[in-house]
């Protein structure tokens, strides 16, 4: 039997989700294909157990140094059962709170995995919706006026370096561990493996994180990347960049694991227990019935203008599947953009400069906006702010004061091009460099906001302060 909606979306995702809702509450007949749950990656299999994870770790790291603080606890231990006991219960909470979410809109959920048809029976241009039903049940027949492709992406994997799930792991099977091991390897030094190097590390895991590149998180500003490079390095943290893993080095042995990587034209082995593969993400892209339309794949990801749409300009893609920033904040501003236009609602494309891009290690790293290294390769001529963490009096009471606020402004318009921080709780103090860049703020007019003390926020003002060299505290 066929079903009429005005609106699919292939995909329950963090994208998918918060498209849907937006859809309903513009008046869309709204239906939504999952094939596993509602949430998607991020609720599941990434940014929530993964963050969840990392504060388990920051209080097992405080909890050991916490005569520091005047409270003696004798023989710290860590449960690890209960850890992960935690994590599935904040993931089954939230979980609960996107189906209400669902019902509340009445968004129809079809469980099961949808693919894209051609022109058909059902409709003369392509965009009907196959569902194969998880069930077992027939095939479900939607006929949608538009589609959104939110199918996200999964763990890239390097070729011949398999993927095991108990030795050679990838960020979806670690999450799943019901042990610790003694000893890992980290392959890729970005945000993921470095999250996980943090975590690892403060329960207690020796860690080495082996990094293609000449630095790790290379994306970044490179004075953050030496930073956490060096605070890194005093956790014991071994990083080794610069280095080319040899996936046919790899060898297997009873609670070990040893692998080669090529480092400035030697060749080193590392060993441990485990090795976690954490070389980014590809696009869920197969078997979805895409090569029934004209939509065009570049690299694996689909290609969209500026609304979001595809080739077939009533299917438009969203998220990870389309590339550029794969974070979910990113994700479900892309749903909300392109139900906007399905709908006729005027507005601007998202300026993907302006999003901010959070790394939840300790300590943590965010920025919005440019690098100074790339404000420099667009012609900027650049001035720049930098405010320590140690001259900020709520971090030392946090007993946290490693790290800075760095703001890049332009010399000519005063504009503020990219704010860059690393420290204790710095995700949670980038909206407000975010807002500054939306509002193409001067540092004058950050410095000149009153931040309230004592606060960690006041290392914003500082730093913007600092650009003109009227900073108060250094």
Known sequence: MAEEYDLVILG????GYVAAIRASQLGLKTAIVEKDKLGGTCLHKGCIPSKALLRCAEVFSVAKRSDEFGVITNDVSLNFAKVQERKTGIINQLHKGVQHLMKQGKIDVYDGFGRILGPSIFSPMPGTISVEMTNGEENEMLIPKNVIIATGSRPRTLPGLEIDGSTVLTSDEALEMSELPKSIIIVGGG?????????????????????YADR?????????????????KKKGIGIVTSAKVLPESLEKEAGKVTISAEIKGKTQTFSAEKILVSVGREANTENIGLQNTDIVLEKGYIQVNSHLQTKESHIYAIGDVIGGLQLAHVASHEGIKAVEHITGIKSEPITYENVSKCIYSHPEAASVGFTEEEAKEKGYHVKIGKFSFRAIGKALVFGDADGFVKIVADEKTNDILGVHMIGPHVTDMISEAGLARVLDATPWEVGNTIHPHP?????????????????IHS
């Open 455 to 471: 606060t960690l926020s006041e290392a914003i003002g500082e730093a913007a302060l600092a650009v003109d060299g009227l900073s």
């Open 12 to 15: 329950g995702g963090t994208g």
């Open 191 to 211: 945000v993921i493996g470095i999250e996980w190097a943090s975590m690892l590390s403060d329960f207690g895991v020796e860690v080495t994180v082996v990094e």
């Open 216 to 232: 790790i998180i290379p994306t970044e500003d490179k004075e953050i990347s030496q930073e956490l490079k060096r605070i890194f």
